[in-house]
């Protein structure tokens, strides 16, 4: 996959077959936002389902991943609480998915629940606004290779606009740049969360691309 950043156009594109290009228009400038949570998936919504186009060096495939709510049998990380998701294929279960979230900061936990108290992917965290950085170690392989990674919201404001048509407004880009380089790129809309993803890491849970095709 090449990447393309322009001025004023952003244009993903893919030469694996099964998930589409993305375009988006110019960003805008905002208000920083203090409440990560809107931008973030919608962990408390128990029984919401989110379909992604996931991509790997094997092709791809489409996975499902429904909140199931606050995880009962995690610990609280600090004044975070612990989320889990199932995530299926072809109404075959996978594995459940943990996430951990407050006012100001969401982690991706990944296969591995918030029992052990430590934290893994630092997604987003407040203030987020264009040139807002945090920097957060990977600790554990379930997600990506363990790294420290500093974190970048790039764009805010975006409208992206999805092959099918449909169109995400006041959508922010987050990268996420390793020590050896290697970068992740994730595109969260206001009100739904992550929409988009793209890795260098083909051994990650979500491949190395992303993109959200459906929602129920």
Do not use: H
Request: net charge neutral; glycine share 8%.
């Amino acid at each position: 996959m090449r990447l393309f950043i322009g001025s004023a156009i952003l244009i993903v594109a893919s030469a694996l077959v099964g998930c589409n290009a993305l375009v988006d228009s110019a960003p805008s400038q905002q208000k920083p936002v203090l409440n990560i949570e809107e931008y973030y998936l919608p962990l408390k919504s128990i029984g919401t389902s989110y379909a992604y186009c996931r991509k790997n060096s094997t092709g791809a495939d489409t996975i499902w991943m429904t909140m199931q709510g606050n995880d009962a049998s995690g610990l609280m990380m600090g004044n975070q609480a612990c989320y889990s998701a199932d995530m299926t294929k072809m109404n075959l279960y996978l594995n459940n998915f943990y996430y951990a979230m407050n006012d100001s900061e969401a982690y991706t936990l990944g296969k591995v629940s918030c029992g052990n108290n430590e934290k893994y992917w630092l997604d987003l965290k407040a203030p987020l606004m264009v040139g807002q950085q945090w920097k957060f170690n990977n600790s554990n392989g379930s997600y990506y290779i363990q790294s420290r990674y500093t974190a970048e919201v790039t764009r805010r404001g975006v409208q992206m606009k999805m092959p099918d048509g449909k169109t995400y407004d006041d959508v922010a880009e987050v990268v996420y740049t390793s020590q050896s380089g290697d970068s992740t790129v994730k595109w969260f809309a206001r009100g739904v969360g992550l929409i988009y993803s793209t890795s260098k890491q083909p051994d990650s849970d979500f491949g190395e691309e992303m993109r959200l095709v459906g929602q129920k």
